[in-house]
């Protein structure tokens, strides 16, 4: 997650066929060439370029042959490093860039960034797009355009055999819990204070961390009862932490979705509208042919898929 040219969210052999490995580029821990190829296989889908698609992007991103995506590393199951230590990626977020980006006929080049540095990134020109789990919020849309690909909310980890008893929100209330800085899950906290308030209960300790690994390693330690992150998210680390031995999703019948369930989207620069345009079609292509619901099936979030791709979808 810092401002360099690294080799960011996947192995690339984990997610991409051979050929792929031999044709995408350095920025991201891919090997440099001057053109991805014509057929790109992403989740066991095969995917073709579209000609079209590619000649309707920004003349800067046709050039460069590259989208540049800002992302944040480690938030599984988005965007996760494959070997700890090491600069390959893998991810949710990285598979469906490399899928978009074999419709596009671009590379999209994944680069680790602090989570509330993306969006400032994006707007300074540094990154054409961010994917990293982005809720697509009115505040945000004031600065990035976004495609949305997924519908999720905010879910509760708690520790294996929930011993302090999470059963929903409310019980966070005088709880100390950790959150992710400038998130989505840091707002709905920071908003549920009031209904803490109103039942006449003491307010949640909210405790903020650079990265949601910090978050969990507060979880294990019991400096916090539970970490609220996406509700994917959570899932993901619920079922591989360990071997699925640490933590626990805490499974609120009202909230099955999560709490506060609201559009994800890609984030792209408002300088750049046919690029927008493009990935938007781009990504109704890849659903349509069933390979955004291969994608999100493969980490275990298959029900996050959205049937329409939309621009601009959220209504707050």
């Not at 990285?94 to 602090?114: C, E, I, M, N, S």
């Not at 006449?200 to 909210?206: D, F, K, L, Y």
């Not at 979705?257 to 493009?278: C, D, F, M, R």
Request: overall charge neutral; aromatic content about 4%; some cysteine.
């Amino acid at each position: 997650m810092v401002h360099t040219c690294l080799t960011r969210h996947v192995t690339a052999a984990a997610v991409l066929s051979a050929v792929v490995v031999a044709t995408l580029t350095a920025c991201g821990g891919q090997a440099a060439s001057t053109a991805p190829p014509a057929r790109v296989a992403v989740a066991g889908a095969q995917i073709t370029r579209d000609a079209a698609l590619h000649d309707a992007l920004p003349a800067g991103i046709k050039d460069s042959g590259t989208v540049r995506v800002a992302t944040d590393v480690p938030y599984a199951p988005f965007a996760m490093f494959v070997t700890e230590g090491k600069p390959d990626l893998t991810g949710l977020d990285y598979d469906l860039g490399q899928a978009l980006g074999a419709k596009l006929g671009v590379r999209f080049a994944f680069t680790p960034q602090k989570f509330d540095g993306i969006v400032p990134a994006v707007q300074a020109g540094k990154f054409d797009v961010a994917m990293s789990a982005l809720t697509d919020t009115k505040e945000r849309r004031q600065v990035l355009d976004f495609v949305d690909y997924s519908v999720s909310g905010s879910g509760v980890l708690v520790a294996k055999g929930n011993p302090a008893r999470i059963t929903k929100l409310d019980d966070l209330c005088g709880r100390h819990v950790g959150v992710e800085a400038a998130t989505h899950q840091l707002q709905l906290l920071q908003t549920h204070q009031a209904a803490c308030t109103a039942a006449g209960r003491p307010q949640i300790g909210i405790q903020t961390f650079p990265k949601d690994s910090d978050a969990q390693l507060a979880l294990r330690s019991g400096k916090v009862v539970a970490d609220v992150l996406t509700k994917p998210a959570a899932g993901w680390t619920a079922k591989t932490a360990d071997g699925g031995g640490a933590f626990e999703v805490v499974d609120d019948p009202s909230a099955s979705a999560g709490y506060g369930a609201t559009p994800n989207g890609i984030g792209v620069s408002k300088k750049l509208p046919q690029l927008t345009e493009a990935i938007r079609k781009a990504l109704q292509q890849l659903i349509d042919e069933g390979t955004l619901t291969r994608i999100c099936d493969k980490y275990g979030a298959a029900s996050i898929a959205v049937k329409q791709a939309t621009k601009n979808g959220a209504v707050s």
